[in-house]
């Protein structure tokens, strides 16, 4: 009887052996499984930005209104001349913008100051004002 045993637990622990080796090689499938399908999944949300199209780019115009900065003594002489000539001859322009809107129409905002009191005044590039 003693034989017969040690038969029986050859035959399992080769089966066992068998098992592991299975199991090992299942787990390294799997874990190769694991990692391609996480990299389509991250090719794929990457790549969803860049294949949106809503249209052409005749299609779609985006436009925001623009403010630049113009120094003082560079701003158009039209601008300059109807400021010494004008109701705000003696006062200082402390700030001066170029503004673009929506429909492209431009302007410069000019700031003046006399002493304390300010001023916004908005004019075309030809010195006409501008509402």
Do not use: C
Request: no cysteine.
């Amino acid at each position: 009887m003693l034989p017969v045993t040690w038969h029986i637990i050859v035959e399992l622990q080769a089966k066992l052996s068998l098992y592991k080796f299975l199991l090992n090689k299942l787990e390294a499938i799997m874990k190769k499984l694991l990692t391609t399908t996480l990299i389509l999944a991250i090719i794929t949300l990457i790549s969803v930005p860049f294949s949106f199209s809503a249209g052409s780019a005749a299609d779609i115009e985006l436009f925001v209104q623009d403010k630049v900065s113009v120094k003082p003594d560079e701003l158009p002489e039209p601008i300059k001349a109807s400021l010494v000539n004008g109701a705000y001859a003696n006062w200082e322009i402390t700030e001066a913008f170029l503004i673009t809107k929506e429909d492209r129409i431009q302007y410069y905002e000019i700031t003046v100051k006399n002493g304390s009191e300010t001023a916004k005044i908005n004019l075309d590039k030809d010195g006409r004002k501008v509402e």
